[in-house]
C-alpha cells in the first residue's frame, strides 16, 4: 500500500518543504503516491525539485499531476512531463502531445549532468534572455551575466554532485511575495550535498559545528570548495555578486539546511536548520523587475 | 617573435565545433592545454597575443582555468614553476570578458595586459598605483631605463626601479639589457 504525499496547490520552494515533511518518515523502498491532483501552480524549483525527490526514492514512485487543463498544459510546456514519464509511474491526468518551449519558459526543464550540457543550456538561454531582462527593465548588459550565472550555478552540479541534475528557468508574477514579475533559476541535484562534499577539508576545522548550515556558509558565505586549488569557489562568489547587483535573492538548501541571501523586499531569515532531510544540493535565483521611476 | 592565437578557434578546435563561448572548467582546462601546446616550452622572449575576438561568454570558472592559470604557469615570481620568458598581450576584450578576468585576476593577486574591443591598451587585475603609472609611462614612450621612468613619473629612481623589476617578473613588461619596453603588440 502506498503512502501518499500531498502536493501542496502551490508547488514552489515553500510548497516543496511540506513535500518533504510529509515524506520524512516514509522509508526510501517504500511506495509513495504523490498527489498533485489539486496543484494549481508550480515554479522552476518546485518542479526540479519534485524530479529530483522522484529520483531519490527506492522504489519508483507514482505521481498523479494536476487535474486542472491549464496547470497541466503549463507543467507540460515546462518539460516536466517529458522528464517525469522517467522517473515516476505516472497516474490520472498526463497531458500528451505539448512541446515545451513558450514564451514565459524560458529554459524548459533540463537535466545537466556533463560540461557540455552547459554548453547547450546558455547558447539556449543567451538569446532569450536578452529579451526577457529586458521586458523586466534590467540593463541588457545584463543578460550575458545572467547566462554566466547560469553557467555557474549549472558547474555547481558538475563539480560537486557527483550525479546529475536539473535546471530549470522562468518568468513569472510573484504576486503573493512581490507585487512584481520576476525571472527564477533553479537548479537541483539529489547528488552529495555540501556537507559531504567539504567534509574532508572543513569539517575536522570545525569540530561539532559541523552540520549542513555550516556547510553553507562555508560555500556559499566563504567561497570555500572541496578542491585546494586557490582558484575554487569563485562561482558560487560570482553568482552572489549578480544576484546583489540586481537586487535579487538567492537560496541554497542542502541536506536539512537552508541559507538565503536576502534582498530588502523579502523577509526570509538568513539560515534555517533542523528541516526534513533532502540529500544533493537545490538552488534558487530570483531576479526582481526592476521598478521604473 | 610575435603569436597569434584566436582563441575562438582554439575552442572550436579543441573542444566542439560548435562553441563560441568559454564556459565550464573542463573547456577552459583543454584550452589552456592547447594553448600551452602551441607555445612549447622553448624559452624565448615571445609576445603572445591571446584574441578574444571570436568568444561570446566567458565565466568565472572558465577565466580561471584559462587565464589565471597560464599566466601564473608564466609568472617569473614564481621561478619553480616557471616556464620560458612569454609576455601575453589579451585582445578584443569586450566589457564582459573583462568583468569575468577582473574578478579572477584579483582573487590571485594577478594581471595581465589588456587590448579591449574599444580603447587602449592596459593593465587589468591587482596592480598597484605605483606600477599601474610606470607601466603608462612605459607604454607612452616605448623602450626606456628606469631613471627615465622615474624622472617621467615623478617617482624616486629606487621607487621606479622596484617597480618595473616587479612588472617585468610579471611579464607585464619586457626588458633588453637596462631598458623596459611594453608587453604589447604595435600595429
Known amino acids: ?293 | 617573435m610575435i603569436r597569434h592565437i584566436d582563441l575562438g578557434s582554439v575552442l572550436r578546435g579543441t573542444v566542439s565545433e560548435q562553441y563560441t563561448n568559454l564556459v565550464t572548467r573542463p573547456t577552459g582546462n583543454a584550452v589552456r592545454g592547447a594553448i600551452e601546446a602551441i607555445l612549447g616550452n622553448e624559452a624565448e622572449d615571445a609576445v603572445t597575443v591571446i584574441d578574444f575576438t571570436h568568444v561570446g561568454l566567458l565565466d568565472y570558472s572558465c577565466a580561471d582555468e584559462i587565464i589565471a592559470k597560464l599566466l601564473q604557469r608564466y609568472d617569473a615570481r614564481e621561478p619553480a614553476d616557471a616556464r620560458g620568458a612569454v609576455y601575453f598581450v589579451f585582445r578584443g576584450l569586450n566589457d564582459l570578458h573583462i568583468e569575468s578576468i577582473e574578478w579572477v585576476l584579483n582573487h590571485h593577486g594577478l594581471a595581465l595586459v589588456a587590448e579591449p574591443v574599444d580603447g587602449e591598451p592596459h593593465l587589468i587585475g591587482a596592480v598597484d598605483d605605483e606600477a599601474r603609472t610606470v607601466w603608462a609611462v612605459v607604454g607612452r614612450i616605448g623602450a626606456c631605463s628606469a631613471l627615465v621612468v622615474a624622472e617621467q613619473s615623478g617617482l624616486e629612481p629606487t621607487q621606479a626601479e622596484r617597480a618595473l623589476v616587479d612588472l617585468w617578473r610579471r611579464r607585464l613588461l619586457r626588458r633588453e639589457n637596462d631598458q623596459y619596453l611594453a608587453a604589447r603588440v604595435v600595429s
Open chain 1, 1 to 293: 500500500m502506498s503512502t501518499v504525499i500531498n502536493v501542496p496547490s502551490s508547488l514552489d520552494d515553500q510548497g516543496i518543504e511540506k513535500v518533504l515533511e510529509q515524506l520524512a518518515a516514509v522509508p526510501v523502498d517504500a511506495p509513495v503516491l504523490f498527489d498533485a491532483r489539486h496543484a494549481r501552480w508550480g515554479t522552476p524549483y518546485g518542479l526540479t525539485a519534485m524530479l529530483t525527490i522522484g529520483q531519490t526514492r527506492g522504489e519508483k514512485a507514482t505521481f498523479s499531476g494536476p487535474e486542472a487543463d491549464d496547470v497541466a498544459s503549463y507543467w507540460a510546456r515546462t518539460g516536466f512531463y517529458k522528464h517525469a514519464e522517467g522517473i515516476f509511474q505516472l497516474t490520472g491526468h498526463v497531458p500528451r502531445g505539448r512541446t515545451p518551449g513558450e514564451s514565459e519558459v524560458l529554459l524548459e526543464v533540463t537535466p545537466i549532468a556533463h560540461a557540455e550540457d552547459v554548453h547547450n543550456v546558455v547558447a539556449r538561454i543567451q538569446h532569450k534572455a536578452q529579451q526577457i531582462l529586458q521586458s523586466l527593465h534590467i540593463d541588457s548588459k545584463a543578460s550575458m551575466g545572467f547566462a554566466m550565472t547560469l553557467s555557474e550555478a549549472c558547474q555547481n552540479i558538475i563539480e560537486h554532485a557527483g550525479t546529475g541534475g536539473w535546471v530549470a528557468v522562468q518568468v513569472y508574477e510573484w504576486r503573493k511575495r512581490l507585487g512584481r514579475r520576476v525571472v527564477v533559476i533553479a537548479v537541483c541535484d539529489a547528488g552529495q550535498g555540501f556537507r559531504r562534499s567539504l567534509e574532508t577539508t572543513q569539517g575536522r576545522r570545525l569540530g561539532d559545528r559541523w552540520d549542513d548550515g555550516a556547510a553553507l556558509e562555508e560555500a556559499v558565505l566563504r567561497g570555500v570548495s572541496r578542491f585546494t586549488d586557490k582558484g575554487r569557489g569563485q562561482g558560487l562568489a560570482g553568482i552572489r555578486r549578480y544576484v546583489g547587483r540586481w537586487d535579487g535573492k538567492l537560496t541554497v538548501r542542502s541536506g536539512t539546511a537552508r541559507l538565503s541571501i536576502i534582498p530588502t523586499w523579502d523577509d526570509d531569515v538568513p539560515l534555517t536548520k533542523q528541516l526534513p532531510a533532502f540529500p544533493g544540493a537545490q538552488m534558487q535565483i530570483v531576479i526582481p523587475e526592476r521598478l521604473t521611476r
